[in-house]
């Protein structure tokens, strides 16, 4: 298992006020993200944990753009792969972003 951790400045926080949200199912080509409002302000970390060895530099990438373009500020969000392709990969954070900006109950 490879454990993979990006650590980000967000433009700005996430919205909503929902604590978690899950987005996805670990199963064969999928993944799973727990998305956790728990950080400061415009702080964002994805940890990542994938049985998948030597893709570093794709995740970054990926990591990278959701960032610049979702902007997570206050989430960590929590990525166990079943090796999932890299556009899988953005539309679960997009997913879990998306769940966890709506309002709580």
Known sequence: ????TFRHQAAKPAGGTRKTA???VVASGNLEVLA???L???ECVVEIATAAHGFGPVWEAV???????????GLRL????????????ALRLAQAQRLIE???P
């Open 36 to 38: 956790e409002r728990v």
């Open 22 to 24: 899950i987005a996805g």
């Open 78 to 89: 929590s990525v166990n792969d079943g090796g999932a392709r890299p556009d899988t990969v």
């Open 1 to 4: 298992m490879e454990n993979l």
């Open 102 to 104: 709506e309002d709580a």
């Open 40 to 42: 400061p302000g415009t």
């Open 63 to 73: 990591v990278a753009d959701f960032v610049a373009r979702r902007s997570p500020g």
